[in-house]
Nanobody, 124 residues
C-alpha cells in the first residue's frame, strides 16, 4: 500500500501562489491515480483535482479550474498541485490521495491511501 506525505502548505496572501507536493512510497506509485482533496473548517472534505497514472487524464473541481494545475513526476514518486490566484476560500487542509482507478468529484468509493494533510491559509 502506498504511503503519502504532503508538504508545501503555508500562509499566503490572496492572489499568491503555492505548490503542494505529495511524496509516495511503495512500488505501486507509478500505476496509481493520484489526487488532492481539501477540507475547510466546518465543511466536508471536497475533491480538488486528480491525475491518472500516465498523466494523460486530469480532473478538476469547478472552483479551481483555471487556477490550479495537477501534475506528477513518476521518477520522483511525487505528485504536485500548483495553486495560483489563491483566494481566502481556498483555505483548508489539503490531503493527497491515491487509488488504482482514477477518481473525480463524483467518486463515492473509499480510496486506497491518504496522506495526513497540509494546511493552506490564504489571507485577504
Amino acid at each position: 500500500q502506498a504511503q503519502l506525505v504532503e508538504s508545501g502548505g503555508g500562509l499566503v496572501q490572496a492572489g499568491g501562489s503555492l505548490r503542494l507536493s505529495c511524496a509516495a512510497s511503495g512500488r505501486v506509485f507509478s500505476s496509481y491515480a493520484m489526487g488532492w482533496f481539501r477540507q475547510a473548517p466546518g465543511k466536508e472534505r471536497e475533491f480538488v483535482a486528480a491525475i491518472s497514472w500516465s498523466g494523460g487524464r486530469r480532473y478538476y473541481a469547478d472552483s479551481v479550474t483555471g487556477r490550479f494545475t495537477i501534475y506528477r513526476d513518476n521518477a520522483q514518486n511525487t505528485v504536485y498541485l500548483q495553486m495560483n490566484s489563491l483566494e481566502p476560500e481556498d483555505t483548508a487542509v489539503y490531503y493527497c490521495a491515491a487509488d488504482s482507478v482514477i477518481f473525480d468529484g463524483t467518486t463515492t468509493r473509499s480510496l486506497k491511501a491518504w496522506g495526513q494533510g497540509t494546511l493552506v491559509t490564504v489571507s485577504s
